[in-house]
């Protein structure tokens, strides 16, 4: 990492540029950031700002402007060459290297780097040292030179000890991880990623959630899945402490990929779809592309091939045009291998099957010549002879089959270079091992003879210490314990004064609520006495019957809220005592009818209020026909019933009369009563149904107030 600017230098540009300001000309113009730079450096009063101001202007002109970037570091190489600034020279060195890697061009940013280096070993500058240690080893890895950039990353582990600079070293057993990952040596590259893993923890890094990942991605190519799920759901848990939206998505893309790996398609599905959701929301078109083909490939699997083109076509569609070119060979790739697979499994078709594999094939090997890989060309070249051949185009085949060989070839050199830079390491890492066990038992020898000469003196000093900080710790257990038990009282206290006030607060809000249902059913029955007051002038019995109908309902309601008061419970009923209650005030209004048998079946179901009220309307209406047209011979039988499961209900009113004619249909029925039971019942998300069992028997269900709210 480049570290291009110190405080005293900045502080010393802004005040600088805040002194610009000053000048009229100034007052009322907008520039740009380069701008504003370049009078900053013409106006420059001394070599310092200049320095600074040249290397901001290269920096500013990097992602814009090769050219004028090289430019403007150049001024500043002058200016600290003229001023023999060896430590500023070296940072525009640099910033050199950092311009030339992003160019592509390896050698020359490497070349920078090592004029930077020297300087700092000329000068005996140890940190710049380490940082540009560090640095070459990055740029070797990111030219895939492993090799060199192992043995960077070994002399920067070195100099980070000795200034114990545990950041960098984080930063240095990471990188390591990584390279043994990519070469393949997977305990190699666990044992650096779990040293970095240390470190980070020790000084509270904040980069490490990443080393949990790489150590995932490490166990997934052991196929070591538990472990790989283990260390990605750490990375995800810290991810989602600090709302890093773009690194939980990727995380629960890896995870999945565990899932496809142990077949376990369900719970893989179940990652990429979260890990989809956060990429919509980030509006990352590459990973949604991504996330379409690795769904893709999961329907491929299962044998769903429909889905599978349909997945891979949107994977195609919604890829950007400045998206990764390796993402978009790996769909081409997979594309052309569906192709290519259908061309052999189904006879339908198969020509132009080919002809699309052969264009996906020669798309992948565009972009594997562009980005200059011999696996992805290798790849490339094999699928077209695959193609080429299943067509009976020989001659095309042959060719291909050449290319494939060769790129083979040059995979496995690379490969060999590989094995031959781990034996290289492992000699390396022996070594130095060897090395600093040599030194350890140097030391040891001579720590031994100065520990015998001051071990009697160290004794007796120890003794005296223990026993002062005896007498301390026991003063300070003391204090604690003391201090806890005024703490323990002072909350207890606190807790009983709190406990009194809610429960004060309880009692009053319950008396307060019988006084409310009291006041209601007063209220309810005041309506039932006017009713009554009314009927005493009507002589129609049509009307009489429907206002005793109505009296009938309000009774119901006043026995509800009667419950509510009396009760110790003031937000629900016991149903099988209002039942009880409201079955023996209706049956009372036809004395005739003493000998009909009761019978309830509802042991220990309370109903809250807000239920209570219209299955009470609901059951006063049934009871209330029951005694109305089921017992003509003045005996007989009625049974209420009711069952809970959870939050649903089934209440069931059954009677021994002759039951309602054979054509009646009571959802098209004008009767008040029974379009009353239809409204309630579906108030109450439940349904009300009739049906004849040895007399009329109705059935309805409903829903608790918290039933209903889920439902909503």
């Known amino acids: 990492m480049r570290k291009c600017f110190h405080n005293n230098i900045l502080l010393m540009l802004v005040l600088f540029q805040f002194s610009l300001l000053l000048y009229p000309i100034m007052a009322h113009c907008e520039q740009s950031k380069t701008d504003s730079l370049r009078l900053v450096l013409q106006m420059a009063p001394n070599d310092t700002v200049s320095i600074e101001s040249s290397m901001l202007l290269g920096l500013e002109w990097e992602s814009i402007n090769f050219d004028s970037s090289m430019f403007y570091y150049n001024r500043a190489l002058k200016f600290s060459e003229k001023s023999h ?3 500023e020279k070296a940072r525009v060195f640099i910033n050199m290297g950092f311009l030339h890697r992003y160019s592509l061009d390896s050698e020359l940013a490497m070349e920078y780097l090592l004029q930077a280096l020297q300087i700092y070993l000329d000068t005996d500058n140890k940190k710049g040292q380490l940082d540009t240690y560090y640095n070459l080893g990055e740029f070797n890895s990111h030219f895939e030179h492993f090799s060199q950039s192992i043995e960077y990353y070994n002399l920067a582990i070195g100099l980070g000890i000795e200034l114990n600079n545990q950041e960098r070293l984080g930063m ?56 790989a799920l283990e260390h990605y759901h750490i990375a995800l848990n810290m991810f989602n402490e600090n709302n890093e939206k773009a690194y939980i998505a ?20 179940n990652y990429y779809q979260q ?10 078109q590459v990973a949604i592309s991504n996330y379409y083909m690795l769904m893709g490939n999961i329907f491929r699997k299962q044998g769903l091939i429909e889905n599978a083109k349909i997945s891979y076509k949107e994977a195609l569609d919604g890829f950007p045009e400045n998206g990764s070119h390796r993402s978009l060979f790996f769909i081409y790739s997979n594309i052309a291998d569906l192709e290519l697979s259908l061309s052999q499994t189904t006879k339908s078709d198969k020509d132009n099957k080919l002809k699309r594999a052969i264009g996906y094939g020669i798309k992948m090997k565009q972009i594997a010549e562009n980005l200059g890989s011999v696996v992805l060309l290798n790849r490339s070249h094999e699928l077209l002879f695959k193609a080429y051949k299943a067509s009976n185009d020989q001659s095309k085949a042959l060719e291909f ?116 249902h009291h006041r209601v059913k007063n209220n309810l029955q005041l309506v039932s006495s006017l009713l009554n007051l009314q009927t005493q002038n009507i002589e129609d019995e049509s009307i009489i019957s429907a206002i005793a109908d109505g009296q009938s309902r ?34 009372g209004l036809y004395p005739e009818l003493k000998e009909v048998e009761k019978k309830i079946v509802a042991s220990n179901i309370e109903l809250d209020i807000d239920t209570s009220v219209p299955v009470g309307l609901i059951l006063s209406e049934l009871i209330t026909n029951a005694f109305k047209y089921s017992f003509a011979n003045k005996t007989g039988s009625i049974a209420i019933a009711l069952t809970k499961d959870e939050h649903d209900f089934k209440l069931v009113v059954h009677d021994s009369g002759p ?11 004008s009767s008040i009563g029974l379009h009353l039971v239809r409204r309630l019942s579906r108030q109450l998300y439940g349904t009300s149904r009739y049906e004849y069992d040895n007399g009329s028997k109705f059935i309805v269900t409903f829903m608790d107030t918290i039933g209903r709210r889920r439902k909503e």
């Not at 990623?193 to 080393?211: C, G, H, S, V, Y």
């Not at 890990?275 to 990352?284: S, W």
């Not at 004619?661 to 009571?666: A, G, V």
């Open 85 to 87: 600034r060896l430590d």
């Open 172 to 227: 240095v057993y990471n990188n390591l991880g990584l390279i043994y990952n990519y070469i393949g040596d997977y305990d190699k590259a666990n044992q650096f990623q779990f040293e970095a893993l240390k470190i980070k923890e020790k000084i509270n890094d904040n980069t490490i959630q990443l080393t949990q990942v790489n150590i995932g991605l490490n166990y997934l190519e052991q196929k070591n899945y538990e472990e």
């Open 250 to 269: 990727q995380t629960y893309k890896n995870i999945g990929d565990v899932y496809v790996e142990i077949n376990d398609i369900k719970e893989a599905k």
């Open 275 to 284: 890990a989809f959701t956060i990429y919509k929301e980030l509006n990352d």
């Open 401 to 516: 089959a050449e290319l494939y060989m060769v790129s083979r070839d040059s995979l496995y050199s690379m490969q060999k270079q590989k094995a031959i830079i781990n034996i290289q390491t492992k000699y390396e890492t022996e070594k130095r091992d060897l090395e600093i066990e040599l030194l350890n038992s140097d030391n040891k020898l001579m720590s031994t003879r100065l520990s015998q000469s001051i071990d009697q003196r160290d004794n007796q000093q120890t003794v005296i210490f223990l026993l002062i900080l005896g007498f301390i710790s026991v003063c300070i257990f003391i204090f604690v314990i003391y201090r806890f038990y005024l703490q323990t009282k002072q909350v207890n206290s606190k807790l009983i004064l709190q406990h009194d006030i809610i429960s004060k607060q309880q009692e009053e809000k319950e008396v307060l609520l019988k006084e409310i």
């Open 554 to 587: 309000i009774e119901a309601m006043v026995l509800i809220h009667q419950k509510l008061y009396q009760g110790a419970n003031v937000s629900s009923i016991d149903f099988e005592e209002y039942a009880l209650q409201l079955l023996n005030q209706i049956s």
């Open 659 to 669: 039951g309602l004619p054979k054509d009646f249909d009571p959802s098209t029925t």
